[in-house]
């Protein structure tokens, strides 16, 4: 394994604004990585430092072993990029579309013609190749973005918020192709989104960046335990009857932080392992349990924390 | 880079923007030429015994303009048409970050999408004039000499510049502002700035210069100061480069005094003599072309690339 995008105190600074501030990032060959944050935290700016469609403030970044302000095209040879709404040029058809930018790949012209059917076969738009970009709906013109990033044969894709604006179903069917090219070419991705939930089931790893900073980055299942070290006791507690006063005598258990009411029952974060306490309580006060359940955090609870936070 | 050039000019040839201008232009060149040549047969007597067909070109009858009048007024909204939305479109359209992550180098784009726009220019103006000279043929009787056609074909090389400076000038805007239309609007008030106010201005400064002109001499300096001011815009410079091309008469710019008048032959100057005399105009509106570019290209260069 090597890492096909490193970056060192990567910094972009516009006027007297951090955009993105001294970020290190690392994303393995053949990973997904999930590059995660809210609207305006820096990623799209991240991305054009990494193609060299700006130029960084400081700092350093290398992609595929190459320095993306010098040797952009050396970059650029290797590595996929689709825009947050791709565009393309509405008044020829997909297959003109995806030929021209094989043309601008120095790709022959026959050996373009036959990668254009099968990346358009292969993101299932092979029916509609001779129709004008114009009747495309934001779905297709999605799945055609990332067919003309494929007809490149990179070694490695980063999409910017590929599922942005586009209806569950077919964002799923996007991030359904886009595990699937992973899986079956050893495509390493990086893709950025706001969506967590949306994306975590597809990526081996994630970094959330907040105003520029990179918070934490890792394996899911890593992250979690990282983040909420402090926290990790979350239960679950639902109960039979009317429960009056119960908060109150909850709250005096010591170790217990928070109470929060959910539909069923109370949702309970405590910083030791209550459920001895809280089942005598219970025991004692005569309340009839319907369950206590250990919750583990989600990955979404610590996103959302985050974004709080910042 | 030659990827970008044959895409581009075959966007320019398919657009109907393109189609407009061509029939719009066709039309009226045609008009202007067979209007003009209807009062070439009709008064042969006021008609120059040599250079009928320059003279086809430069006479203008009561109601219509000469061809290269008309030419010099509607070069600019050639230019202006093929460049105002060329980068700022890109952008609209969402293609301009897709197309330079492509392994191409940034300049490739620009210098591709420039010469496509010169390339239209020159075949547009190209075709004008074969179809001037053809409709020429069959109303005056009698081709073109040699002479003729360099002077024409030098005339499309003046042309091209001139209409190259308007392309490059919308391209330097489509630039700096990314909505298209800011760019268009920006470009055509830098055409009715130069082709209407610089007028004004230049007789206005001449005015304050020589107040009250009383004397032939002070009327001829005068127009002088208002020839020099008035040359800031590339179509003045276009306009007298085509008078002294197209009229191998001509010897000077605006007046010139009986005293100086004296002792010149009425006869017509060779070729070199009258480029000679624009060499000056020629080189200034290549310059301002190069200038204008030159600008766009820095600042593409430098420009972040954001979708």
């Known amino acids: ?310 | 880079m030659s990827i970008v050039f044959w895409k581009e000019l075959a966007d320019h040839f398919s657009s109907r923007r393109f189609m407009i201008l061509l029939a719009l232009i066709v039309l009226i060149g045609l008009w202007a030429t067979y209007a003009s040549g209807q009062a070439i047969r009709q008064d042969t007597e006021n008609t120059p015994t040599q250079y009928v067909f320059l003279f086809l070109l430069t006479s203008g009858t009561g109601t219509v303009f000469s061809l290269a009048t008309f030419l010099g007024f509607f070069g600019p909204l050639v230019g202006i048409t093929l460049g105002f939305d060329s980068i700022s479109g890109e952008y609209a359209r969402g293609t301009l970050s897709r197309v330079l992550s492509q392994p191409i180098y940034r300049d490739s784009l620009i210098n591709g999408k420039f010469f496509a726009g010169l390339a239209t220019v020159a075949i547009l103006w190209g075709s004008i004039l074969l179809l001037v000279i053809g409709l020429g043929i069959t109303l005056l009787g009698f081709p073109p000499n040699a002479e003729e056609l360099w002077r024409m074909l030098i005339f499309t090389a003046v042309g091209v510049f001139y209409v190259g400076f308007w392309l490059a000038l919308a391209m330097l805007f489509s630039l700096l502002f990314q909505k298209t239309v800011t760019a268009a609007l920006a470009s055509m008030a830098v055409w009715l700035f130069m082709t209407l106010f610089v007028v004004i201005i230049s007789q206005g400064i001449a005015g304050i210069i020589v107040p009250d002109p009383s004397t032939p001499e002070q009327l001829a300096r005068r127009a002088d100061v208002e020839n020099i001011v008035s040359r800031i815009s590339p179509s003045t410079l276009f306009s007298e480069s085509v008078s002294i091309l197209l009229n191998p008469a001509a010897r000077v710019f605006g007046l010139a005094l009986q005293s100086q008048a004296e002792g010149i032959l009425p006869t017509p100057l060779e070729l070199g003599q009258s480029l000679n005399l624009i060499w000056p105009h020629i080189t200034t509106l290549f310059g301002l072309v190069a200038v204008c570019f030159g600008i766009s290209y820095i600042i593409f260069m430098r420009a972040e690339i954001r979708a």
């Open chain 1, 1 to 310: 394994m090597s890492a096909v995008v490193e970056t060192q105190n990567l910094t972009k600074r516009y006027h007297d604004k951090l955009a993105v501030n001294a970020l290190n990032l690392t994303v393995q060959e053949g990973e997904i990585f999930g590059f995660l944050g809210p609207n305006g935290a820096g990623k799209t700016t991240t991305i054009l430092m990494l193609l060299g469609l700006t130029e960084a403030t400081s700092g350093r970044a290398s992609v595929c072993g190459f320095d993306p302000t010098r040797e952009s095209l050396e970059v650029k040879r290797r590595v996929g990029y689709l825009p947050e709404n791709p565009g393309f040029y509405e008044d020829i058809s997909a297959t003109e579309n995806l030929l021209y930018m094989a043309r601008l790949n120095r790709i022959p012209d026959d050996e373009a013609r036959r990668r254009t059917s099968e990346v358009l076969d292969q993101v299932g738009l092979s029916e509609d190749g001779r129709r004008l970009v114009r009747e495309f709906s934001r779905g297709m013109k999605q799945r055609l973005g990332i067919a003309e990033v494929l007809v490149k044969k990179p070694r490695a894709v980063i999409l910017d918020e590929p599922t942005l604006g586009i209806d569950p179903d077919g964002a799923i069917r996007i991030l359904e192709l886009i595990k699937g090219l992973n899986r079956e070419r050893n495509l390493t991705v990086m893709l950025s989104s706001h969506q967590l939930q949306q994306v975590q089931e597809i990526c081996n790893r994630v970094g959330i960046i907040v105003k520029g900073r990179l918070i934490v980055q890792g394996q899911m299942d890593e992250l979690g335990r990282a983040i909420l070290k402090e926290r990790q006791w979350n239960f679950l507690l639902e109960v039979g009857g009317g429960a009056n006063g119960l908060e109150n005598d909850l709250r005096a258990i010591p170790g217990v932080d928070e109470i929060e009411k959910r539909r069923h029952g109370l949702f309970l974060r405590c910083t030791r392992d209550v459920r001895p306490e809280v089942l005598s309580l219970l025991a004692r006060k005569n309340i009839p349990l319907l369950q206590l359940r250990s919750e583990d955090p989600t990955l979404e609870e610590i996103y959302l924390k985050y974004f709080r936070e910042a």
